[in-house]
């Protein structure tokens, strides 16, 4: 394990990371970053502080993979691992944050320094940049391009994609090594940006009447395969008093981050910033519909581009969905109408909401409905993406999302949300996959918001 004599302030070292941790700028223009030998050295030395604490054992595939390099290498010690090797460790990382957010005791103001989310990152970018490129998962990155492309023959694409197309789908998998037994997203002939072309006028009455203004940022995933969750969520604001109107200027890069394209990302993040800059000048919150889009926009962003204040502002504006009803309950309460859920509701908090560290608000939203019953389990899906999807790596998916199938089907509730809709896909294939010893239909899944509409009588 690296050591230091002094901690990051200069005082004496000190056991765990005892100030507010945080994150250093991404330094993707710099050509040092993208130095593989400079990279791979750094993961040495940040792989053999995992190895002597091994806290993080149980949160994905990616610890285990390399603990037990280390194990069955010669020695017993990360210096007889061959540094080829890390591409397993990084193969099974989906970029969740939950290392750095809720187990590691190193992370900065640490002098270990300890930043395996965002070193796996540059692992990618340099990787990346040296030619080494996934041609399939990129194209599955390209949202905006396939969202458009499939509008049109959405019925059609569909049925070709359904999983009950045996024979596509293995024809898929064979050329495109997408995994046949998964369930893929569908497409919609008219998508949210379609349907919510006209504001919905805010309710008079509402106790948020004349108070806030809300520019929801669609998201690609919401334009373009769950329209609903857009819908609900207007609807929802509106029923407040809050004046709404969707922004969709193209999808925030996550796929893109993920896969180590980081100077698309920082172009895309220029770009909708620019967008939203007027609209935040003129008193509007952004609020996003998806966990992974608002934890690109809050955090992200702004440590790609960190001296462009474009993106600073609207990093500063953005808020959840979720986040946002419950800081309207609080400010000037709800308008009345809220009625019970039966069956009660099981919520996956989603990795990725977990990484905005503002505490589990789909749930606190969701709370606040009437006599309904509300479960909350904090556990990887396993999905993350690409990765839930592809030949490769699909079946590590569903092996660390089994055991949180298993507490949702304890839960026996009749509703399943995240604030991940492809997080509550994947479980609720899992559920009729591999929970039960005879398949049954899994609950009924939504984004919480879409749930609490439907409490309201407005969706």
Known sequence: MSDSKTDSAGGPPREGSLGAPFRHPIAWKDEAYYDLAKVEAEMTRQFDVCHTCRRCFNLCDSFP??????????????????????????????????????????VPPHPFDIDIPHLILRYRAAKRKAGAREFVREQLGQTDRNGKLAKPFAGLVNAMSARKNTPLRKLLEAIAKIDAEVE???????????????????????????????????????????????????????????????????????????????????????????????????????????????????????????????????????????????????????????????????????????????GAKSAEMLRLIPDTRVELIERCSGHGGTFGVMKSTAPVARKVGRPTAKQVAAKATENLCSDCPLACKHLGQLLTAETTPEPHAPPRQAHPIEIFARAYGAF
């Not at 037990?68 to 397993?88: F, M, N, Q, R, W």
């Not at 002939?189 to 520019?215: C, E, I, M, Q």
């Not at 857009?230 to 893109?256: D, F, I, S, T």
Request: proline share 6%; with cysteine.
């Open 65 to 106: 993979r390399l603990f037990d390099l280390i194990d069955e290498s010669k020695t017993g010690e990360l210096d007889s691992v061959p540094v080829s090797d890390y591409a397993k460790v990084d193969e099974a990382c989906t970029l969740c944050d939950m290392c750095f957010l809720t187990k590691c005791p190193y």
């Open 184 to 358: 893929l997203p569908t497409y919609h002939s008219k998508t949210a940006t379609d349907r919510l072309k006209s504001p919905l006028a805010p309710n008079p009455a509402g106790p948020a009447f004349g108070r806030r203004r809300v520019a929801l940022y669609a998201t690609c995933f919401v334009d373009y395969n769950e329209p609903d969750t857009a819908v609900a969520a207007a609807r929802v604001l509106a029923l407040q008093g809050v004046e709404v109107k969707l922004v969709y200027p193209e999808c925030c890069g996550m796929p893109q981050l993920e896969a180590g394209d980081l100077k698309d990302v920082a172009g895309r993040a220029g770009r909708v910033a620019g967008i939203f800059a007027p609209l935040i000048e003129d008193g509007y919150d952004v609020v996003a519909l998806t966990a992974s889009c608002g934890l690109m926009m809050k955090f992200e962003w702004p440590l790609i581009e960190p001296q462009n204040t474009a993106v600073l502002a609207l990093s500063a504006a953005t808020k959840d969905i979720c986040e946002y009803v419950v800081d309207l309950q609080k400010s000037f309460g709800l308008a009345e109408g809220l009625n019970p859920v039966e069956g009660g509701i099981t919520l996956h908090h989603a990795c990725h909401a977990r990484a905005q560290n503002m």
